[in-house]
């Protein structure tokens, strides 16, 4: 026989309280004295109680869940968001419904499929925030977007990119360097463009004209292909790459080069990804805080569903971790 699943009103008789009371506290009411809460918390867990979500929508006109948009989960960047939202959420009792945007690039059908299940909200990611700001925005639906310029349809919340990309760059200065090239993102990237802003202030700040980007798409392979070019120049000393994995690919093809980092040039990324540390050598990087972003832009869309909070504008900063990749030239 199927095991009967445990009721409201099981744990009423456990905790000794009115199944209205158990109804209060799954349902967060303040009405409840912290007493009375932790012992009816107390028996949903000895019983292994779980809310009914689909009863809890009938009553509260909301499913607990909401909706990711990315335009791909390829990136590092992107699947370490979708681990942070996806913590922050269950943290929070919401479920997650993932959409990808693929070659498409349909937000607005990505809105419809989230509509379709039921969401309350939705996150969206990185890339996807430029066909974000072009589009017709759901005027039901709550919006978190990460990496974006201010939008008053949306809560916005964001890395300092140009912020770290100007560390990375006078870290690179400092160390002696007469200029710093730059391995930039996609140009439809809004952390793209901020981490090139954040290196141009940088040398202007300092009195250098910018030399000539090199552009990948975020790949070591594109990186590689970069560093190709700028190692076979003996004046290229220091390279700061938009991301990791591009700088890996710069680190790669100036050892090839026979100009290996730190000896011949210093090479910078940024996100410090999971494995910067084991890089040969280990790569100096600005370390985004994902889980940060992550709880975050959590918390501003729980705030948008729950309580139709205004949209809010968050920036989370971004540090130079120094490794063995740089040094002085």
Do not use: C
């Amino acid at each position: 026989m199927a095991a009967r699943r445990v009721s409201m009103a099981d744990v009423a008789a456990l905790a000794g309280v009115s199944g209205q009371t158990v109804s209060r506290v799954v349902n967060d009411s303040p009405r409840v004295d912290p007493a009375t809460r932790a012992k009816v918390e107390s028996a949903m867990a000895r019983l292994g109680y779980r809310p009914h979500r689909a009863a809890r929508a009938l009553r509260t006109g909301r499913t607990q869940t909401i909706g990711l948009v990315a335009s791909t989960l390829a990136t590092v960047g992107n699947s370490r968001m979708l681990q942070a939202v996806a913590d922050a959420a269950a943290s929070r009792g919401y479920a997650l419904v993932v959409v990808t945007l693929g070659h498409g690039s349909d937000v607005a059908a990505a809105f419809d499929r989230l509509h379709d299940q039921g969401v309350d909200g939705a996150i969206v990611l990185n890339e996807a925030t430029d066909l974000v700001r072009d589009a017709e925005t759901p005027a039901d639906l709550a919006l978190v977007v990460v990496d974006s310029p201010r939008d008053e349809r949306f809560g916005v919340v964001v890395t300092d990119h140009a912020g770290g990309a100007r560390a990375a760059t006078e870290h690179l200065l400092g160390l002696g360097h007469a200029t710093v090239h730059h391995v930039a993102g996609p140009p439809a990237s809004f952390a793209a463009a901020e981490r090139e802003r954040g290196w141009r202030e940088a040398l202007a700040g300092a009195g250098i004209d910018a030399p000539d980007v090199a552009r990948g798409d975020w790949t070591a392979a594109s990186g590689a292909f970069a560093g190709a070019a700028l190692a076979v120049d003996r004046s290229v000393t220091a390279v700061f790459a938009a991301n990791d994995q591009m700088a890996l690919g710069v680190l790669r093809t100036f050892a090839e080069s026979g100009r290996p980092a730190p000896d011949a040039v210093s090479v910078v990324g940024f996100d410090d990804v999971a494995d910067a540390a084991d890089y040969r050598p280990p790569l100096t990087t600005v370390r985004q805080d994902f889980d940060a972003l992550g709880e975050r832009a959590l918390e501003r869309l729980v705030a948008a569903i729950e309580d139709a909070a205004e949209p809010a504008y968050d920036v989370i900063p971004a540090r130079l971790v120094v490794r063995a990749s740089t040094a002085p030239r």
